[in-house]
């Protein structure tokens, strides 16, 4: 699978750009219509996150500015009935901050407003993505939150929790909810424990 490019952006027609590696080979992928690839002049070098999907008939890149709209999309279809084209054609119309809070609060007309996709696809959308578009952006707002405020002592209380079994979640939030700034990291994992039970 290719996850990742990074080369030389040419615009291209029909939504897709080509990036063209330093090995000369020129990869035509597919993004967005509201990508920040766009901003770019064109000869720029770029680097972006891909998904390759593999039907029987054709073998594509769909291509995303951030590693959270990449996520977005793979989310997007694996809802029944949601192909990567219509997957594409949501992550158009909205930021994906905006699309989760959409899912998330059950907006069917925003979503729907995507081209080829109707009331009821929206309304799938939403039934079966709601509880993991929260997730997600609770993940995202922990994850940020352990890099930002973390010493050493409590990353390595988090990292010993997670051997334990408990989830990066779990244990990101058990440790940031202990009080004190200077303790060991053994009084980390102490306090934490206390609070996951």
């Known amino acids: 699978m290719i996850r990742c490019l990074k080369g030389i952006f040419y615009p291209n027609i029909d939504g897709s750009i080509i990036i063209e590696t330093e090995t000369g080979i020129g990869f035509r992928v597919y993004v967005p219509a509201n990508s920040a690839v766009y901003k770019y002049s064109e000869g720029s070098e770029v680097k972006i996150y891909t998904s390759m999907i593999v039907r029987e008939d054709a073998m594509n890149l769909y291509g995303f500015s951030g590693k959270d709209e990449l996520d977005l999309f793979e989310l997007l279809i694996t809802v029944n009935g949601v192909g990567a084209k219509a997957g594409m054609s949501i992550m158009s119309i909205m930021p994906p901050s905006e699309l989760k809070q959409a899912i998330a609060s059950g907006d069917v007309k925003a979503i729907s407003a995507a081209n080829g996709v109707g009331k009821k696809t929206a309304e799938r959308i ?13 993940s995202k707002d922990v994850q940020a939150n352990v890099s ?12 010993a929790l997670i051997a334990l079994g408990y989830t990066k ?4 939030a058990a440790v940031g ?3 004190g700034e200077s303790l060991t990291c053994e009084e980390y994992i102490k306090g934490a424990l206390k609070n996951l039970f």
């Open 169 to 172: 979640n779990e244990a990101a």
């Open 126 to 138: 939403i039934l079966e993505l709601k509880d993991k578009v929260e997730a997600f952006s609770v």
């Open 148 to 159: 930002a405020v973390f010493n050493d002592e409590r990353s390595e209380a988090v990292n």
């Open 177 to 179: 909810s202990v009080q």
